[in-house]
């Protein structure tokens, strides 16, 4: 995997040079953005000769000698789209604050507002700056955005006090990007059932009921898990999205068809997941042949479906069991029905009338509701991302 990191101008900046050669360990391929002020600290050829890549040190030309071209103009387009991730350490008050406002002054500000990876910064300066409440006030709004935030340290400082604002140590750094590609394998030994999709409810040989479910989350799942060492079995309505590496994957049509392969496969599974968005109801009796037009008005009965997650949640043994609650009102209440009436330890649940959250969209707004009745809101943040915030609390669930 691909992972840009920004070093900007502090004293740890040298740090980041050991930093590079444990990220490569991880097997990930670094790309070295440096900030002006950085410079003054450890040169480019540091990271050049540990990276074999040439440096990204200016917005405009490849250096100061260069003149602008266009290459290098629309460099951090390519940077941004390219990159798993972007890491900023250490992370200056300087640079949070242009993040945290928008501000695209230079090459590495202008990336992190160009790309739609997950980031993930280790602040480190003087203790008095950290604690400034300007300083606090730009993390609590990354942090509010998604921005994994590796807290400094305490400690003795370089400019001679001690505090906090001592560069994370580098295993933590390493840890939080492996964490957040999703590349530590916390789930070994575990399986994992996810459903996915929308079902389809026949009413005669060439229509059907549905719903606008694309299964992007319930995939995201099965790939999240399926990265974090899992054995995952992924039983999905019909969907356009590639399966998965690695995953077991089990396509079915009708609730009924989704009822019998959960049940089946639940049995090997420590954590279920249903992600689908299954039908609640469906037409009482298929018609053989094709309903025809006529002047009269029609009527189709419906029936309701089995409820596949309160069904498990009745036999649910030692299984971690995760529903989801898709609601356009009274989101929070609704959920915490749902927790108790089907017997689940996490409901995720979001609100499907905001923007970037619910179907067919790459990123979610959600909340999860849990059994002991904790809620964990989270920012708005791509699907893969949610993916891992719920097997996150999945593991500390298995923990307890
Ligand atoms: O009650 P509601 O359909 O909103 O509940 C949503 C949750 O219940 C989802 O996790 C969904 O997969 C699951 N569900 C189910 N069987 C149904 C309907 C919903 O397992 N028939």
Redesign the pocket.
């Known amino acids: 995997m691909k992972i840009a990191l920004g070093v900007t101008g502090g004293v740890a900046a040298y740090k980041a040079a050991e930093l590079v050669r444990r990220l490569q360990q991880e097997k990930l391929d670094v790309q070295v953005v440096m900030t002006r002020s950085a410079r003054e600290f450890i040169t480019p050829l540091t990271f050049a000769a540990l990276t074999g890549k040439k440096v990204i040190t200016e917005m405009f030309g490849a250096d100061d000698a260069a003149p602008a071209n266009v290459e290098s103009a629309i460099e951090h387009i390519a940077v941004a789209q390219r990159i798993d991730l972007l890491l900023v350490a250490p992370a200056t008050a300087d640079i949070l604050g242009q993040f945290a406002h928008g501000i695209a002054g230079d090459f590495l500000s202008t990336l992190y507002l160009a790309t739609k990876a997950p980031v993930v910064v280790a602040p480190a300066m003087n203790v008095n700056m950290w604690e400034h409440p300007a300083t606090q006030e730009n993390l609590k709004t990354l942090r509010a955005r998604g921005v994994h935030v590796v807290d400094p340290e305490e400690g003795y400082l370089a400019c001679g006090m001690t505090g906090a604002g001592r560069l994370a140590a580098t295993e933590a750094i390493v840890e939080k990007v492996c964490g957040v590609l999703g590349l530590r394998h916390d789930l070994e030994g575990q399986t994992v059932l996810v ?1 996915a999709g929308p079902t389809r409810e026949d009413i005669d040989p060439v229509r059907f009921l549905t719903n606008r479910s694309s299964g992007k989350m319930g995939y995201a799942l099965a790939e999240a898990a399926s990265r974090r060492g899992a054995r995952v079995v992924l039983i999905s309505g019909p969907t356009d999205l590639p399966v998965p590496e690695g995953v077991d994957w089990v396509p079915v049509r009708t ?1 009924e068809e989704m ?1 019998n392969a959960v049940r089946e496969r639940a049995r090997e599974a420590q954590v279920v997941i ?7 109801y469906r037409p009482a009796a298929a018609q053989s042949q094709k309903l025809k037009r006529g002047d009269d008005r029609l009527t189709l009965e419906l029936e ?9 949640g009745r036999e649910k043994g030692s299984r971690i069991l ?6 356009t009102d009274r989101l929070a209440e ?1 959920a915490r029905g ?1 927790l108790a009436r ?1 017997g ?1 330890d996490m ?1 995720v649940a979001n609100d499907v009338t905001q923007e970037g959250a619910g179907f067919d969209t790459d990123t979610n707004i959600v909340t999860l509701f849990l059994r002991d009745g904790r809620e964990v809101p989270l920012p708005k943040l791509s699907k893969f991302d949610v993916a891992n915030r719920i097997l996150d609390q999945v593991l500390q669930l298995r923990q307890r």
């Open positions: 459903t609730t009822r249903m992600a689908a968005a299954v039908s609640d309701p479906t089995p409820d596949i997650l309160a069904e498990l995760v529903g989801f609650a898709a609601e609704n749902k089907k689940a409901i």
